[in-house]
């Protein structure tokens, strides 16, 4: 066990914990992409940063992948860190504007605007299918291709892999697969349709579409009882 | 070849030699490094070779291919000895003459030197030029004499002589002591001390360790390490095998870029010879201490010039970088404690172990210690490979050395550290160049390239390239290096086709920001560097492209035009024959029109006329 001060406070951690162990036993919640539990860690999202004080200036790591020691002092919601992880997020929301679980991420950020040029590409880029493919299915039917803008997930050439067995492990763990949550009024990049005042999903469907967590997210219900209607800025703009 | 096995043996071998290889013994050496290659210069080898034979003069007047002298631009260099007469852009016809004249009667052939371009005078010896004579060339200087393909050349002038040294008077923990006392810091950009390096490699728990020389040099106009590879391979493999040595490692791999298919030949040939001699291998100079090396070849990324992409791909892995909060000299190549250094700081040991701690010290810097090469490219009028001492001004480098800007024209910037360098303005070129001065003002000493720009350098464009290039390099792990690159691209995009808003280049800088903060490896992390610099020192240029829709360079297409000057048009019609989109009209003898709705910009009219009648606005 090893000594860490989370946020100004001192709690315990166990040795071979990540950061992002630490911090999610203490019930804070930092959203993540490329992180499962179950598969090795890839720090690609950069979604997870937090503050990490010590060495010559405060820092940020990406929690998942860095190790706790004796005496590591974090800071999980600095402006900082809160406002890094927003733009990674808006960048990303650029990136993949369909993704479901992006749009639900930005709506629990406080995101309200994407100010980059949308690309309405399907793939995050986050690896899980990679890494389950090959760490859990022992398969390695899949990998990277191409690198920076070009990046895609694919089989070697393109061509149906023999090393594929169907078990659709890329599908369940795919975070930007479910398409995204068009609300009623869901015009630009950001769907913010969690946003109004009203969970608006049952004026348009039959079913609630926010599956944020089990419970409800409430940002909803928070922003009602500010009385702040975010979502009447945005369509000022629009 | 007997391999030597003992520094006695090595000793009695190179005092053998040194009667043979005089110095004042007649002989002609031929630059044949990449860029003399380039202008021929196996051409005029060849030459001399044939004619040396015809003459049978073979016996009597040495000849050899040496390694890179750092004149590129004047290539194809040949100095003839014992004079040590240089002649610059030999061509193989010249080749008969030099010998008749110069070799055989020691006359001097005046059209064959160089010419100073501020003085006009014309320079004989390498110490007669101002661009030698402002260098102080320890690490390049050796380049001159060796014949990269022979490792008794590297002999006679004392090479291996510090491993032979570390080997019989020295303990790992003293050389680290050297290393350290010494002040030597990482030459591939990031400056960590190397010292301090080693010994952590040195105390890290697991077997066995590695060490890697890092010759994936990639920055567009950098070619330092590829020279000192190609010019001197055994001065970075004795130095590997000293840190070796010092951190207890037995394995070594030379990670080359594809790209650099000569140093990668020279680098193989050198290991073979030296394993042949027993300076590499099992039991080095019988002193029980293995070292081998392996060459790899690059995979072709820009990225795998980072440590731990530069891992992953020696490991056969696709080159991504990995999270560093473990440090690779704990757990590197193959999870085992690696020591990676770049070829200069390699290069650098033997000197160290050599002439010592005390005299290495006294070169350059409080902070920055030893010398460093720097490619010297753009608006200068002499361009090559420049060795100084840490701390020279850039004002000395450019106006001493680079015999200052072409044409006459304005300095505006010097871009150094490669692509994830920063632009340095020019009301700043008295400052020195070392490690701590230059992240002071948000650039970096990266591995060495220097680009002079002049007055009709667009700030803007010259961010834009950068980016444009690293977006391209960037391996597409993490978020806001792949993401941000694109999304930075498209906004200088923006800007310099005359679309960019004022909100825009506030959210340039946040997002640049975001990019330092917050990306995994040192790509990511300084690819914001050529917009944050153009940014901080060149706003105004940035501002006048955004609001007044104009490039004061008149270098971006979006915001210029070009016009026919009706006063001086002649109407010869040059420029129209040369425009590929058939957008000049006009009589013959009457001043022609260039139709704005058809011109591309090209430019091509412009460098036609004869008239200056051209004209861009």
């Not at chain 1, 997020?89 to 309200?112: F, H, V």
């Not at chain 2, 070799?103 to 371009?117: N, Q």
């Not at chain 2, 493999?237 to 070594?252: K, N, Q």
Request: contains cysteine; neutral net charge; proline residues 5%.
């Amino acid at each position: 066990m090893v000594k860490i001060k989370l946020n100004g406070v001192e709690a315990w951690a166990q040795d071979d914990w990540s950061l992002l162990d630490a911090i999610r036993f203490y019930g804070l919640n930092l959203p993540t992409l490329c992180h499962h539990d179950g598969l090795e860690e890839y720090g690609g999202c950069r979604l997870c940063l937090v503050e990490v004080e010590g060495g010559s200036r405060p820092r940020l790591v990406t929690s998942c992948t860095h190790p706790v020691w004796e005496g590591l002092s974090v800071r999980t919601h600095s402006k900082w860190a809160v406002e890094t992880r927003k733009l990674v997020l808006e960048l990303l929301l650029a990136r993949c504007p369909t993704s479901k679980t992006l749009q639900d991420m930005g709506a629990k950020m406080g995101l309200t605007e994407v100010r980059f040029k949308p690309r309405y590409e399907d793939c995050v880029l986050c690896g899980l299918c990679v890494r389950i493919c090959k760490e859990q299915m022992r398969s390695g039917a899949i990998g990277f291709v191409n690198r920076g803008e070009d990046s895609d997930i694919t089989t070697p050439f393109d061509a149906a892999s023999e090393e594929c067995r169907r078990c659709g492990g890329c599908m369940y763990i795919c975070p930007a697969c479910q398409s995204r949550c068009e609300g009623p009024r869901a015009r630009g990049v950001l769907c913010g349709s969690c946003l109004s005042p009203s969970p608006t999903c049952l004026d348009a469907y039959d079913d609630v579409k926010c599956y944020m967590s089990e419970t409800a997210c409430g940002t909803c219900i928070g922003r009602l009882q500010q009385g702040g209607t975010r979502r009447s800025e945005s369509d000022r703009k629009e | 070849m007997r391999a030597l096995r003992s520094v006695g043996e090595l000793d009695a071998a190179r005092a053998a030699l040194r009667d043979q290889r005089r110095l004042d013994r007649p002989c002609i050496t031929i630059c044949s490094g990449t860029g003399c290659h380039a202008l021929e210069g196996g051409k005029v080898y060849e030459a001399f070779e044939e004619e040396l034979r015809k003459r049978r003069l073979g016996d009597r007047i040495g000849l050899k291919p040496t390694g890179c002298r750092g004149f590129c631009e004047r290539g194809p260099i040949v100095v003839v000895r014992p004079q040590g007469i240089l002649y610059q852009r030999v061509e193989a016809g010249h080749v008969p003459d030099i010998i008749s004249r110069t070799v055989l009667k020691g006359e001097i052939i005046e059209d064959l030197l160089y010419v100073d371009p501020t003085t006009g005078e014309k320079a004989v010896a390498m110490g007669d030029m101002a661009f030698y004579r402002g260098q102080e060339r320890v690490i390049m200087g050796d380049n001159d004499e060796l014949n990269p393909g022979d490792i008794w050349d590297y002999i006679a002038i004392g090479g291996y002589g510090a491993l032979g040294k570390v080997l019989t008077k020295m303990t790992p923990s003293q050389v680290i002591e050297e290393i350290k006392l010494s002040g030597l810091r990482g030459r591939g950009g990031g400056g960590f001390p190397t010292g301090r390096k080693w010994e952590s490699c040195r105390l890290a728990k697991g077997e066995p360790k590695y060490v890697i020389c890092n010759a994936d040099e990639g920055d567009p106009g950098a070619y330092s390490n590829r020279s000192l590879l190609e010019g001197n391979p055994h001065k970075v493999l004795e130095g590997m095998a000293i840190g070796a040595y010092a951190v207890g490692s037995s394995r070594g791999y030379v990670y080359v870029r594809t790209e650099y298919p000569l140093a990668t030949k020279n680098v193989q040939i050198a290991i073979k010879q030296a394993g042949e001699l027993g300076l590499l291998g099992r039991n080095i100079l019988g002193f029980g201490f293995d070292f081998s090396v392996k060459v790899v070849s690059g995979g072709g990324a820009f990225v795998c010039g980072e440590s731990t992409a530069l891992m992953a791909s020696i490991e056969g892995r696709r080159g991504e970088p990995r999270p560093k909060y473990v440090h690779s000299v704990t757990r590197g190549l193959w999870d085992k404690p690696t020591s990676l250094n770049n070829v200069e700081t390699w290069a650098n040991v033997p000197l160290i172990i050599e002439r010592g701690a005390e005299w290495y010290s006294q070169i350059g810097t409080i902070g920055s210690k030893g010398t460093k090469v720097f490619s010297l490219v753009g608006k200068i009028n002499n361009t090559g490979l420049v060795e100084v001492p840490m701390g020279t001004t850039f004002q000395q480098m450019i106006y001493n050395i680079g015999g200052g800007i072409r044409d006459g024209k304005k300095l505006k910037a010097v871009q150094i550290g490669g692509p994830s360098g920063g632009c340095i303005p020019s009301h700043l070129m008295g400052m020195p160049i070392d490690y701590d001065a230059l992240t002071q003002v948000g650039s970096m000493m990266g591995s060495g390239g220097m680009v002079v720009m002049d007055e009709d350098t667009c700030m803007v464009d010259i961010a834009r390239y950068f980016v444009n290039f690293l977006k391209d390099e960037s391996c597409g792990k993490c978020t806001p290096c792949r993401e941000g690159l694109y999304q930075m691209a498209e906004i200088l995009e923006d800007i310099s086709a005359g679309r960019g808003t004022g909100p825009q280049l506030e959210l340039l800088q946040q997002l640049a920001d975001v990019m330092r903060d917050a990306s995994l490896c040192a790509l990511g992390q300084t690819a914001a560097n050529p917009v944050l610099t153009t940014v901080r020192h060149f706003k105004d240029e940035y501002e006048s492209h955004i609001h007044d829709r104009k490039c004061p360079a008149r270098v971006c297409r979006g915001l210029i035009k070009y016009s026919v000057d009706p006063g001086k048009c002649t109407g010869c019609g040059r420029c129209l024959k040369v425009c590929p989109e058939d957008a000049i009209k006009g009589e013959k003898k009457k001043p022609h029109e260039i139709d704005p709705a058809r011109c591309i910009k090209c430019g091509a009219c412009r460098d036609e006329c004869k008239f200056d009648a051209v004209l861009k606005v």
